[in-house]
């Protein structure tokens, strides 16, 4: 079946500008996750959707951040107010019914703020 | 606060030799750890995950073992491959529901 899907592939914004990404989660998962990989650095913990329960924002840097997502479907994370430090790659994953199962992931946006 | 590192950070092996990649974490209290490939300029590639209650996994020539009393795991690629070349990490999902924490990754080259 389909994988995790993500768009755009590539985003170049200008700072101070507002970005919105999207994540199409594998069909029948519960659990959806936003990770961020800075050139350099390892994958952060962003955000995570597990069901109808309220989402774990603990990852999120700044109030500029925000993610929703549609019941079991598609989410989108926006980023307000870009700034040049928010260049990274964004990395949606999505695993079953249980958040401990396997975690699959995108292929990621590349989100260039000049 | 758990922390993930990964010894050693980058790895140069000729094709046809046995290789050893470790990931230490420091809370122990964790409900898997997972191990995944990234290519340049791709997403993760989940390779295998270990529950807290096992101590290792196979997949062909990977085999993963988790000593979680201790904080460490360890993947062993045998029999290396130049298309083995990526950068491995490794991730725990501890005690605070889904996420994972990752290490830095451990880049491995593999000669032809």
Do not use: M
């Amino acid at each position: 079946g389909a994988g995790v899907s993500q768009s755009p592939s590539n985003k170049v914004t200008e700072k101070g500008k507002d970005v919105e990404l999207r994540c199409d989660p594998i069909s029948g998962h519960t659990a959806l996750y936003w990770y961020r990989q800075r050139l350099g650095q390892g994958l952060e913990f962003l955000i995570y959707f597990q069901g109808n329960s309220a989402p774990d924002k603990s990852g999120l840097p700044s109030d500029r951040f925000s993610a929703e997502r549609t019941g079991e479907s598609v989410s989108t994370l926006t980023i307000q107010r870009t700034q040049q430090e928010d260049s990274a790659v964004y990395l949606c994953a999505s695993s079953g019914s249980s958040g401990t199962d396997t975690q699959y992931f995108g292929p990621g946006t590349r989100l260039t703020v000049l | 606060k758990q922390e993930v590192t990964q010894i050693p950070a980058a790895l140069s092996v000729p094709e046809g030799e046995n290789l050893v990649l470790n990931c230490s974490f420091t809370d122990s209290a964790i409900y898997n750890l997972q191990w995944f490939r990234q290519d340049p300029g791709k997403g993760l590639t989940s390779l295998l995950l270990i529950q807290s209650s096992q101590r290792e996994q196979t997949s062909g020539r990977l085999n993963a073992s988790l000593d979680k009393s201790s904080g460490r795991s360890t993947l062993y690629i045998a029999a290396s491959q130049p298309g083995d070349s990526a950068t491995y990490l490794c991730a725990v999902n501890g005690n605070q529901g889904g996420k994972l924490i990752f290490g830095q990754g451990t880049e491995l080259s593999v000669k032809p």
